[in-house]
C-alpha cells in the first residue's frame, strides 16, 4: 500500500518514470508550442494562402493579388482590404487574438471564414513574415517584421490595405520541409485553393502568379457563371442550379451528362460561403447523374449552400474544412431536385434547339458532291467504346497446363490445391467457375482472379506493350500535371508512354497490352488522382490496372478461355487472392452438399 502511495504522491508532484529515470513534467518554450500548434493549421504551402485569403476575404477586399515563387516556400498577398490599426497589428500575431469573437455564442453566429485568431501566429511560427497594412482613416501604415530575433514594428508609407509576405516556409522545421512534393504539386495545390474561393467569391478579383507568370485572373466577376468561364475551359457549358426552401437557398453550377471526368477534381461545395467537404452532398448531388454519364465517371458540380449559421458548427478542425450540421429536414432532397431539375431543363433545350435546326435545314440538303461528314470534336471529348482490344492468343487448355512463354513457380499454398486432378465444368451465372474438386465444388471468381494473372503479366519481366493506333489526348489540370510530371518514370515502367502536347494537353501513345483502349483514359486520370495505399506505390498502380483491364462479372467465357485462365491462374505467385487480397475462390465441401440435402 505504501508503494501505491508514494506512486500516486509522485505522480501528482509532476513527475513521470520512464524506462528506470524520472521525467519531470514542464511547461514547452512558447516558439516550440507554437510550432506544434502550427501542425494543425498550416500543413502545406496552400494552407498558408488559404489562412490568408481567408483574412483578405474578411477584411472586405474586392481585389487580392497572390504571387508565388520555389513551390509556395515565399509567398505574398497583397489585398485593398480595411487593413489593421497600428495598435491591432501587433495583436493580429498573438495566439487567439481575434476581432470576430467576443463570447462563445458568437460561434454560431458566424459570417466570417476566420474566428480562431491563429492563423498569422501559425505561419509566423514556421516562417519569417513581413506584414505591411494601414486603414483608410490612416495617414500612415504599419510595418510589421517577424523572425527568429522577434518582432519588430515601425511606421512606413503604403496604399490601403494590406501585404503580407512569408519567406521561408518551414525553415525551422526541416520534419516538415522534407515532406513538402516537387514545386509544381505544392504550386497545383495552390492554385486550386485559390480557385475554391474565388468561386466562392465571384465579385471579388483573384489574380494569381507563379514564378513571374500569371496563372489565373478572374478581374472581379458579375456572378459565379463568369468567373466559371474565367477559370475553365468547360465553363460556358455548365448549367445553372438553383433552389429554394424555408431553410436553404441552394444556388451553383453542374455539368450537363455530355460533359464528366474521370475524378471528382471538378467539384466544390460551399456552406455560407466555406469551402468544405460534405460526402453526403456529394452523393445526393451526384445520384442525379445515374445512367446518363458512364459508371466510375462523375461530374462538374459547383454548389453553394445558405442556411442559418446556428445550424452549422465550423469549430471541428483548425483548418475550417469539417463542418458539423444540425441538417434541416429535406436538404439532400433539396440538393437532388435542384441539380436533376438543371440537367433536366438543359435537355430540354438542347431538344428544342435540335429540332429549330431541323426545320431550318429540312429543305436545304446540300448536292451529295459537295457533301462531307462533319466531325465535332464534342463528340470525340467523352467517347469511349465497350470493344476490347484483340485478346492475346495462348495455347489449348489441357489440364491446366500454363502457356510454355510462363515459367513455372512453385508456390505452397498454389501445391494445396489439386490442379491436376480439378476437372472444369463451366461457367456460372456469367461470374464463377466451376470446377470439380476431389473432395467437392471449387467456384472461381473470375474477375478476381484474371485480376491476379493481369498484375503479373505488368511486372516488368513480363510486361507487353502496345502502340495506340490512335492517339489519346488528355487535357489535365495544373495538379494533374504536376502528378503525370511527378511519376512519370512509373507509368512508362508500366507500360505507358505519356508526352507533352501543348499548353496542359499530354498524349498517350502506348499502354499496357493488356489494357482495353476503352479504359486506358480513365485508368490514367485514376492513378494520378488516387491516394497511396497500404501497399507500394508501383504495385498499387499494377493493382489498379489489373482491376481495369479484368474480365467483368457478366461476361460470358468459352471453355478454351476459362482454360487459358485456370493455366495462367496456376502459375501465379498467389493463386488464392487476387492483388487487393479478395480471394480468387472457394470450396463448397461434399459434406456441406450432402448436408443441404440430409443426405
Known amino acids: ?10 505522480f501528482w508532484r509532476g513527475s513521470v ?22 501542425g494543425e493549421v498550416i500543413e502545406r504551402p496552400a494552407s498558408v494562402v488559404k489562412e490568408l485569403l481567408e483574412n483578405s476575404l474578411d477584411a472586405d477586399a474586392r481585389s487580392i493579388r497572390i504571387e508565388v515563387r520555389d513551390g509556395g516556400k515565399n509567398i505574398r498577398i497583397t489585398d485593398d482590404g480595411t487593413g489593421i490599426s497600428p495598435e491591432d497589428a501587433p495583436l493580429a500575431f498573438e495566439r487567439f487574438a481575434t476581432s470576430k469573437l467576443k463570447s462563445f455564442d458568437d460561434l454560431y453566429q458566424l459570417e466570417t471564414m476566420g474566428f480562431r485568431g491563429e492563423a498569422l501566429a501559425s505561419i509566423a511560427a514556421v516562417a519569417r513574415v513581413d506584414l505591411t497594412t494601414r486603414r ?24 490601403e490595405g494590406t501585404t503580407i509576405f512569408v519567406q521561408d516556409l518551414f525553415y525551422g522545421t526541416p520534419a516538415r ?111 442525379c447523374y445515374l445512367g446518363q454519364i458512364p459508371s466510375n465517371r462523375f461530374p462538374f458540380l459547383i454548389l453553394s449552400l445558405r442556411l442559418d449559421p446556428e445550424r452549422l458548427d465550423v469549430n471541428v478542425h483548425p483548418n475550417k474544412r469539417e463542418v458539423r450540421m444540425n441538417t434541416p429536414q429535406g436538404l439532400f432532397s433539396l440538393v437532388k431536385e435542384a441539380v436533376a431539375q438543371a440537367i433536366y431543363s438543359k435537355k430540354l433545350l438542347d431538344g428544342a434547339e435540335i429540332r429549330l435546326e431541323a426545320e431550318e435545314k429540312k429543305f436545304e440538303r446540300p448536292p451529295l458532291s459537295d457533301w462531307r461528314p462533319e466531325r465535332k470534336k464534342e463528340i470525340f471529348e467523352n467517347f469511349s467504346t465497350s470493344e476490347r482490344l484483340p485478346e492475346r492468343k495462348f495455347e489449348s487448355f489441357e489440364s491446366f497446363s500454363a502457356p510454355d512463354r510462363l515459367p513455372e513457380r512453385k508456390n505452397e499454398k498454389a501445391e494445396n490445391l489439386p490442379w491436376e486432378e480439378m476437372k472444369l465444368l463451366g461457367q456460372l451465372h456469367k461470374t464463377y467457375l466451376l470446377l470439380e474438386h476431389p473432395l467437392g465444388l471449387y467456384l472461381i471468381d473470375q474477375h478476381n482472379s484474371h485480376e491476379r494473372v493481369i498484375f503479373e503479366d505488368l511486372a516488368p519481366a513480363a510486361l507487353e506493350r502496345q502502340e495506340l493506333l490512335l492517339p489519346i489526348f488528355l487535357r489535365l489540370d495544373a495538379l494533374q500535371m504536376a502528378r503525370l510530371e511527378e511519376e512519370k518514370d512509373l507509368f512508362f515502367d508500366l507500360g505507358f508512354e505519356i508526352e507533352k502536347s501543348e499548353n496542359l494537353e499530354y498524349l498517350v501513345r502506348c499502354a499496357p497490352a493488356i489494357l482495353p483502349y476503352s479504359e486506358i483514359e480513365g485508368t490514367i486520370f485514376e492513378l494520378i488522382g488516387g491516394e497511396g495505399g497500404g501497399m507500394g506505390q508501383e504495385e498499387r498502380w499494377r493493382a489498379q490496372i489489373a482491376c481495369k483491364a479484368a474480365i467483368k462479372a457478366g461476361e460470358t467465357l468459352s471453355m478454351e478461355r476459362m482454360g487459358q485462365l485456370l493455366a495462367r491462374l496456376k502459375n501465379c505467385p498467389q493463386p488464392l487472392t487476387c492483388p487487393h487480397g479478395r480471394p480468387t475462390g472457394f470450396l463448397l465441401s461434399l459434406g456441406e452438399l450432402h448436408r443441404r440435402v440430409l443426405r
Not at 500500500?1 to 508514494?6: F, I, K, L, P, R
Not at 529515470?21 to 516550440?32: C, D, S, V
Not at 500612415?140 to 503604403?158: F, L
Not at 465553363?235 to 464528366?260: H, M, N, Q, T, Y
Request: net charge positive; aromatic share 8%; hydrophobic share 40%.
Open 177 to 287: 520541409l522534407k515532406f513538402l512534393k516537387s514545386p509544381a504539386t505544392e504550386n497545383a495545390n495552390i492554385q486550386d485553393t485559390v480557385i475554391a474561393l474565388a468561386l466562392a467569391n465571384p465579385t471579388v478579383g483573384f489574380s494569381l502568379t507563379v514564378q513571374d507568370r500569371e496563372v489565373l485572373n478572374t478581374f472581379g466577376c458579375r456572378n459565379l457563371k463568369d468567373a466559371a468561364c474565367a477559370l475553365f475551359n468547360e465553363g460556358k457549358k455548365l448549367v445553372f442550379v438553383e433552389a429554394s426552401d424555408d431553410l436553404i437557398r441552394i444556388e451553383g453550377l453542374c455539368s450537363p451528362p455530355d460533359l464528366f471526368r474521370a475524378d471528382r477534381q471538378k467539384q466544390w461545395f460551399f456552406i455560407n460561403g466555406r469551402w468544405i467537404r460534405h460526402p453526403a452532398i456529394q452523393k445526393a448531388a451526384e445520384s
Open 17 to 38: 518514470k520512464f524506462g528506470g529515470y524520472m521525467r519531470t513534467i514542464q511547461r514547452l518554450p512558447l516558439p516550440l508550442s507554437n510550432q506544434i500548434a502550427a
Open 136 to 159: 483608410r482613416e490612416s495617414e500612415e501604415g504599419t510595418k510589421i517584421r517577424i523572425d527568429e530575433g522577434g518582432m519588430k514594428i515601425s511606421p512606413c508609407g503604403c496604399p
Open 1 to 10: 500500500m505504501g508503494s501505491a502511495e508514494s506512486h500516486y504522491n509522485t
